[in-house]
């Protein structure tokens, strides 16, 4: 009789979330890469979204891979982020916020990939003398394939 219930428990809530994840994503196969990937922060990463040393980050990267082959891979990427309330709140904490743009195409055919997204995160200091920091960061956008 356990067993039973159990399995119309499962049936009537897990099995329609776990429908409703499959076909609401996607699963794209090729992810974006950088040499430099440590110029690229808000997309390793959107806890780092305004954390850096002052007021306004633009970073911008620009790859050409295996051109010598044809058409090759060419990848683009800008972003612009600053911290928000730096400063003025209790502990040293702060916000920050960002834009992320890239484009990607790839080979003859001209594959594309673009993605613009927004980035917010929230710093917060765990000790007086500002030597050690808690981030937590939400990135979301508009990505073509």
Same mark, same amino acid.
């Given at each position: ?16 979330? =776990?429908?409703?994840?499959?076909? #609401? +994503? &996607? ?7 950088? *040499? $430099? %990937? ?8 959107? =806890?780092?979204?305004?954390?850096? #040393? +002052? &007021? ?7 790859? *050409? $891979? %295996? ?14 982020? #600053? ?9 040293? *904490? ?52």
């Amino acid at each position: 009789m356990r067993v039973r219930n159990l399995l119309r428990s499962v049936g009537r809530w897990y099995l329609p979330a =776990a429908l409703f994840c499959l076909m #609401a +994503g &996607t699963l794209p196969a090729q992810d974006v890469h950088f *040499s $430099q %990937w440590q110029q690229t922060p808000m997309r390793i990463n959107p =806890a780092m979204t305004g954390v850096f #040393a +002052g &007021t306004v980050r633009f970073s911008n990267n620009y790859r *050409s $891979q %295996w051109s010598s082959l044809g058409k090759g891979y060419k990848t683009i990427h800008a972003s612009l982020d #600053a911290p928000i309330g730096k400063g003025s709140m209790n502990n040293g *904490s702060f916000f920050g916020g960002g834009l992320l743009i890239i484009q990607d195409k790839a080979g003859a055919a001209e594959l594309t990939s673009t993605y613009i997204e927004g980035s917010l995160s929230y710093t917060m200091a765990l000790d007086d003398a500002g030597n050690h920091w808690f981030s937590l960061g939400f990135q979301g956008g508009l990505n073509q394939y």
